[in-house]
């Protein structure tokens, strides 16, 4: 059964379809137009109630919401192309804080660097400069705090790529392209290997190209 994908034009379905990608999954990917409003339909709020993007469909199972997606096929296809979830259950422990970190200190002022730089004339947005400084100087923290973790590990759970990492690839994608804030990350040496290395996974460049 081929999974499917809806909403791949924005970066939190991307990173379902990173993970489908390096755990080797066949899938299939279904637009949805939030600019037009095709998150609000009735059939699509039977599939998200909420009306956020990503959903999945995998057969007669319906999931949303990005990182429980990514958890869900890390761990059912754990053996299956890249292991994100580690070798052990402390591995797994690790990998799971820093996607905790990477949803609630990392992606808050991200998002709304994104909201108000490049949505801003959208979805009821007034764009603040206030709003957008103070949020630069947030993530500037937490990347401060990577540049130290990354100064003592190759990745953010230890030495190997992991659903940690993974998570933080289409956003942060915005950030160094379309914000034009890359100097947060090339500003840091650490972070900017690091952020390097993820970028240029053959995963990531498959996802571009299926998503120009």
């Known amino acids: 059964m081929v999974v499917k994908v809806y909403g791949p034009a924005y970066a939190s379905p991307k990173r379902v379809l990173l993970c489908l990608v390096e755990k080797e999954i066949e899938f299939e990917t279904v ?3 939030l600019f037009a409003g095709e998150n609000l339909t009735p059939d699509y709020l039977k599939l998200q109630p909420f009306g956020f993007l990503p959903v999945i469909q995998d057969g007669d199972y319906t ?25 052990t259950i402390e591995d797994q422990g690790i990998v799971n804080q820093w996607l905790e970190v ?5 992606h808050p002022p991200l998002i709304t660097l994104v909201n108000h730089i490049m949505f801003s004339p959208h979805f009821g947005i007034v764009r603040s400069e206030q709003v957008i400084e103070e949020s630069e100087e947030k993530l500037g923290k937490v990347l401060d705090i990577y540049e130290d973790r990354l100064s003592k590990s190759k990745y953010l759970a230890g030495d190997f790529f992991s659903l940690a990492d993974l998570s933080h690839i289409p956003f942060t994608n915005y950030l160094v392209g379309p914000i034009g804030k890359g100097y947060m990350i090339k500003d840091r040496k650490h972070v900017s290997a690091w952020w390097d290395d993820i970028s240029s996974r053959p995963s990531w460049l498959k996802v571009l190209e299926i998503c120009k």
Do not use: C, M
Request: hydrophobic residues 30%.
């Open 31 to 33: 637009p949805v137009d």
């Open 63 to 87: 999931l949303f919401e990005s990182r429980a997606i990514l958890r869900y096929y890390a761990e059912k296809y754990k053996s299956q192309g890249t292991d994100l979830l580690g070798k």
């Open 102 to 106: 990477e949803a609630h200190n990392y």
